[in-house]
T-cell receptor, first 116, second 113 residues
């Protein structure tokens, strides 16, 4: 079974600075998807970024980018130019590539605090 | 607007009193799923459905039931709730294809006394 580990329960960053959230996972599969979800105080789950394991290029969405290290099974999220609205819980998640495998396996989450 | 809706959003109940949390999506998605979120554990899958009349257990199914009689609806049933089912519940849906992005409902916060 796949597992996802987020080793940082909480992180803090100064507004306008850069922060990196860590995620490692364990799987025996060669093809899969990885995601970062943001959960603000409203509790809504918002997809931030996704990465297909067969793509070598790291995904980027505006100020959000990932560092995907397949051999190390590591998938960190970098937030540049942090804003107050980035304060939230962030979840790393794994999904198998197989057709029936829509289940997401989540890490425990990292609370990100942004200081003004 | 494409969305997943859940009702109720907040619920306080007592041990043993049957309850149903509804979930509905308007995107014609085949796949629907229920997760619960608990501190320090992230989200864990309770049940999922690949299509109408096709449901299966996830990682934490004990104490829950589901049904999928219509494509758009996937209710979660707690026949005899217990305090350890106090949690935040999310419904999610997606296309069945391997690239299907999951859409989440707004969540239902349940307190069982």
């Amino acid at each position: 079974a796949q597992t996802v580990t987020q080793s940082q329960p909480e992180m803090s960053v100064q507004e306008a600075e850069t922060v990196t959230l860590s995620c490692t996972y364990d799987t025996s599969e060669s093809d899969y998807y990885l995601f970062w979800y943001k959960q603000p105080p409203s509790r809504q789950m918002i997809l931030v970024i996704r990465q297909e394991a067969y793509k070598q290029q790291n995904a980027t969405e505006n100020r959000f980018s990932v560092n995907f290290q397949k051999a190390a099974k590591s998938f960190s999220l970098k937030i540049s130019d942090s804003q107050l609205g980035d304060a939230a819980m962030y979840f790393c998640a794994y999904r198998t590539f197989m057709e029936y495998g829509n289940k997401l396996v989540f890490g425990a989450g990292t609370i990100l605090r942004v200081k003004s | 607007e494409a969305q997943v809706t859940q009702n109720p959003r907040y619920l306080i109940t007592v041990t043993g009193k049957k309850l149903t949390v509804t979930c509905s999506q308007n995107m014609n998605h085949e796949y629907m799923s229920w997760y619960r979120q608990d501190p320090g554990l992230g989200l864990r899958q309770i049940y999922y459905s690949m299509n109408v009349e096709a449901t299966d257990k996830g990682d934490v199914p004990e104490g829950y039931k589901v049904s999928r009689k219509e494509k758009r609806n996937f209710p979660l049933i707690l026949e005899s709730p217990s305090p350890n089912q106090t949690s935040l519940y999310f419904c999610a849906s997606s296309l069945r294809t391997s690239t299907g992005t999951q859409y989440f409902g707004p969540g239902t916060r349940l307190l069982v006394l």
